[in-house]
Protein backbone atom coordinates (compact mmCIF):
# COMPACT_ATOMS: atom_id res chain seq x y z
CA UNK A 1 0.00 0.00 0.00
CA UNK A 2 2.89 2.30 0.61
CA UNK A 3 4.29 1.69 -2.79
CA UNK A 4 0.89 2.20 -4.41
CA UNK A 5 0.65 5.54 -2.86
CA UNK A 6 4.61 6.53 -3.58
CA UNK A 7 3.41 5.81 -7.36
CA UNK A 8 0.77 7.83 -7.39
CA UNK A 9 2.15 10.98 -5.65
CA UNK A 10 5.07 10.65 -8.21
CA UNK A 11 2.71 10.61 -11.24
CA UNK A 12 0.44 13.96 -9.56
CA UNK A 13 3.81 15.17 -9.74
CA UNK A 14 4.40 14.18 -12.78
CA UNK A 15 0.89 15.67 -14.10
CA UNK A 16 1.62 18.56 -12.34
CA UNK A 17 4.57 19.49 -14.99
CA UNK A 18 2.02 19.15 -18.09
CA UNK A 19 0.86 21.93 -20.42
CA UNK A 20 -2.78 21.69 -21.77
CA UNK A 21 -1.74 20.11 -25.32
CA UNK A 22 0.34 17.32 -23.10
CA UNK A 23 -3.16 16.56 -21.43
CA UNK A 24 -5.03 16.29 -24.49
CA UNK A 25 -1.87 14.27 -26.40
CA UNK A 26 -2.70 9.97 -26.93
CA UNK A 27 -1.26 7.30 -24.53
CA UNK A 28 0.18 4.34 -25.00
CA UNK A 29 -3.69 3.39 -24.43
CA UNK A 30 -5.72 3.00 -27.83
CA UNK A 31 -7.95 5.98 -28.20
CA UNK A 32 -7.10 7.58 -24.64
CA UNK A 33 -5.63 11.14 -24.47
CA UNK A 34 -2.86 11.17 -21.09
CA UNK A 35 -6.19 12.60 -19.73
CA UNK A 36 -8.01 9.94 -20.44
CA UNK A 37 -5.52 7.28 -18.70
CA UNK A 38 -5.21 9.55 -15.61
CA UNK A 39 -9.66 9.24 -15.14
CA UNK A 40 -9.36 5.84 -15.84
CA UNK A 41 -6.63 5.26 -12.67
CA UNK A 42 -8.84 7.00 -10.42
CA UNK A 43 -12.36 6.16 -12.26
CA UNK A 44 -13.03 3.20 -9.39
CA UNK A 45 -11.98 4.90 -6.20
CA UNK A 46 -15.25 5.60 -5.07
CA UNK A 47 -17.15 2.88 -6.53
CA UNK A 48 -18.77 0.19 -3.57
CA UNK A 49 -18.75 -3.44 -4.41
CA UNK A 50 -22.06 -2.98 -5.69
CA UNK A 51 -21.16 0.18 -7.88
CA UNK A 52 -18.05 -1.94 -9.35
CA UNK A 53 -20.68 -4.82 -10.26
CA UNK A 54 -23.16 -2.97 -11.85
CA UNK A 55 -20.05 -1.19 -14.14
CA UNK A 56 -18.92 -4.30 -15.07
CA UNK A 57 -22.30 -5.67 -15.97
CA UNK A 58 -23.42 -2.28 -18.12
CA UNK A 59 -20.29 -2.29 -19.51
CA UNK A 60 -20.22 -6.38 -20.45
CA UNK A 61 -16.37 -6.49 -18.79
CA UNK A 62 -14.48 -5.51 -21.81
CA UNK A 63 -15.99 -1.84 -21.90
CA UNK A 64 -16.59 -1.17 -18.30
CA UNK A 65 -12.96 0.73 -18.37
CA UNK A 66 -14.34 3.37 -21.15
CA UNK A 67 -17.49 3.70 -18.90
CA UNK A 68 -15.11 5.16 -16.21
CA UNK A 69 -13.31 7.30 -18.48
CA UNK A 70 -16.63 8.67 -19.88
CA UNK A 71 -17.72 9.53 -16.21
CA UNK A 72 -15.25 11.78 -15.55
CA UNK A 73 -14.95 13.16 -18.87
CA UNK A 74 -16.18 16.59 -17.90
CA UNK A 75 -13.53 17.22 -15.04
CA UNK A 76 -10.76 19.64 -16.35
CA UNK A 77 -7.14 18.14 -16.01
CA UNK A 78 -6.63 20.29 -12.81
CA UNK A 79 -9.72 18.98 -10.90
CA UNK A 80 -8.78 15.40 -11.90
CA UNK A 81 -5.35 16.05 -10.33
CA UNK A 82 -7.04 17.41 -7.38
CA UNK A 83 -8.94 14.14 -7.38
CA UNK A 84 -5.32 12.08 -7.11
CA UNK A 85 -4.16 14.20 -4.62
CA UNK A 86 -7.10 13.28 -2.64
CA UNK A 87 -7.09 9.50 -3.51
CA UNK A 88 -2.93 8.95 -2.96
CA UNK A 89 -4.25 5.88 -0.70
CA UNK A 90 -5.93 3.27 -3.04
CA UNK A 91 -9.45 2.96 -1.76
CA UNK A 92 -12.07 0.69 -3.61
CA UNK A 93 -11.45 -1.45 -6.14
CA UNK A 94 -7.56 -0.47 -6.42
CA UNK A 95 -7.31 -0.87 -2.53
CA UNK A 96 -7.64 -4.94 -3.46
CA UNK A 97 -4.35 -7.00 -2.69
CA UNK A 98 -2.54 -4.66 -0.32
CA UNK A 99 -2.88 -1.90 -2.41
CA UNK A 100 -1.01 -3.97 -5.40
CA UNK A 101 -4.10 -3.78 -7.85
CA UNK A 102 -3.55 0.23 -7.33
CA UNK A 103 0.52 -0.12 -7.88
CA UNK A 104 0.06 -2.45 -10.99
CA UNK A 105 -2.09 -0.18 -12.55
CA UNK A 106 -0.38 2.89 -11.10
CA UNK A 107 2.90 1.92 -12.74
CA UNK A 108 1.99 1.03 -16.21
CA UNK A 109 0.15 3.58 -16.60
CA UNK A 110 2.48 6.64 -15.37
CA UNK A 111 4.73 4.62 -18.38
CA UNK A 112 1.66 5.04 -20.61
CA UNK A 113 1.49 8.65 -20.19
CA UNK A 114 5.53 9.48 -20.57
CA UNK A 115 6.99 7.36 -23.29
CA UNK A 116 4.64 9.02 -26.27
CA UNK A 117 5.73 12.75 -24.58
CA UNK A 118 9.28 11.44 -24.64
CA UNK A 119 9.62 12.32 -20.87
CA UNK A 120 11.14 8.73 -19.39
CA UNK A 121 11.52 8.06 -16.02
CA UNK A 122 13.27 5.43 -14.04
CA UNK A 123 11.01 3.89 -11.70
CA UNK A 124 12.12 2.74 -8.31
CA UNK A 125 13.79 -0.54 -8.45
CA UNK A 126 12.22 -1.87 -4.99
CA UNK A 127 8.26 -0.83 -6.69
CA UNK A 128 9.44 -2.12 -10.19
CA UNK A 129 10.85 -5.51 -8.74
CA UNK A 130 7.00 -6.21 -6.84
CA UNK A 131 5.23 -5.08 -10.15
CA UNK A 132 7.14 -7.63 -12.04
CA UNK A 133 6.94 -10.41 -9.86
CA UNK A 134 3.11 -9.94 -9.78
CA UNK A 135 2.30 -8.98 -13.36
CA UNK A 136 2.98 -12.30 -15.44
CA UNK A 137 0.01 -14.40 -12.95
CA UNK A 138 -2.15 -11.90 -13.18
CA UNK A 139 -4.94 -13.04 -15.86
CA UNK A 140 -6.01 -9.71 -15.97
CA UNK A 141 -3.39 -8.33 -17.66
CA UNK A 142 -3.13 -11.40 -20.05
CA UNK A 143 1.05 -11.45 -19.51
CA UNK A 144 0.57 -15.57 -19.24
CA UNK A 145 -0.44 -15.85 -22.73
CA UNK A 146 2.16 -13.41 -24.41
CA UNK A 147 5.24 -14.88 -22.79
CA UNK A 148 4.03 -18.51 -22.35
CA UNK A 149 7.46 -20.78 -23.37
CA UNK A 150 9.94 -17.80 -22.83
CA UNK A 151 12.63 -17.01 -20.25
CA UNK A 152 12.39 -13.01 -19.27
CA UNK A 153 15.72 -11.58 -17.81
CA UNK A 154 15.94 -7.99 -17.09
CA UNK A 155 18.85 -6.41 -17.72
CA UNK A 156 18.93 -3.66 -14.83
CA UNK A 157 17.45 -5.15 -11.83
CA UNK A 158 17.63 -8.56 -10.56
CA UNK A 159 14.20 -10.24 -12.03
CA UNK A 160 14.02 -13.36 -14.40
CA UNK A 161 10.52 -15.17 -15.50
CA UNK A 162 9.90 -18.45 -17.08
CA UNK A 163 11.44 -20.87 -18.97
CA UNK A 164 12.26 -21.17 -22.80
CA UNK A 165 13.80 -18.97 -25.40
CA UNK A 166 15.26 -15.41 -23.33
CA UNK A 167 14.19 -12.72 -23.70
CA UNK A 168 16.45 -9.70 -22.09
CA UNK A 169 15.65 -6.03 -21.69
CA UNK A 170 15.17 -3.20 -18.95
CA UNK A 171 12.55 -4.40 -16.24
CA UNK A 172 10.56 -1.35 -17.28
CA UNK A 173 10.47 -2.75 -21.44
CA UNK A 174 9.78 -5.79 -20.21
CA UNK A 175 6.76 -5.06 -18.01
CA UNK A 176 5.38 -3.09 -20.99
CA UNK A 177 5.44 -6.18 -23.14
CA UNK A 178 4.02 -8.01 -20.75
CA UNK A 179 0.99 -5.57 -20.36
CA UNK A 180 0.77 -5.63 -24.29
CA UNK A 181 2.37 -2.46 -25.38
CA UNK A 182 4.26 -3.32 -28.67
CA UNK A 183 6.06 -0.27 -29.11
CA UNK A 184 8.59 -1.71 -26.72
CA UNK A 185 9.36 -4.74 -28.97
CA UNK A 186 12.41 -2.98 -30.61
CA UNK A 187 14.20 -2.66 -27.03
CA UNK A 188 14.08 -5.89 -26.28
CA UNK A 189 16.72 -8.71 -27.23
CA UNK A 190 17.15 -12.56 -27.72
CA UNK A 191 16.41 -15.23 -29.39
CA UNK A 192 12.54 -15.47 -27.99
CA UNK A 193 12.35 -11.90 -28.85
CA UNK A 194 10.41 -12.50 -31.79
CA UNK A 195 8.33 -14.97 -30.57
CA UNK A 196 7.08 -11.88 -28.42
CA UNK A 197 7.05 -9.72 -31.06
CA UNK A 198 4.55 -12.09 -32.91
CA UNK A 199 2.17 -12.03 -30.04
CA UNK A 200 2.43 -8.40 -29.54
CA UNK A 201 1.27 -8.00 -32.98
Partial sequence: MSMAHDERADLAAFLATLTPQQWAAPSLCDKWTVKDVVAHVV?????????VAKRLIKGRF?????????????LTPDQLM??????????GLTSGFGGMIALVDGTVHHQDLRRPL??????????????????????????????????LRATDVDWTHGD???????????LMAMTGRPSVINELDGPGQPALANRLR
Avoid: C, M
Avoid at 44 to 50: A, F, T, V
Avoid at 82 to 91: I, N, T
Fill in 43 to 51: SYEELSKWG
Fill in 118 to 151: GLPRSIPTERLVAVLQRVPSNPRLGAGRRIRGLR
Fill in 82 to 91: DFLKDHLVPR
Fill in 164 to 174: GAEVTGTGEAL
Fill in 62 to 74: VNSNQLGVDAFSG
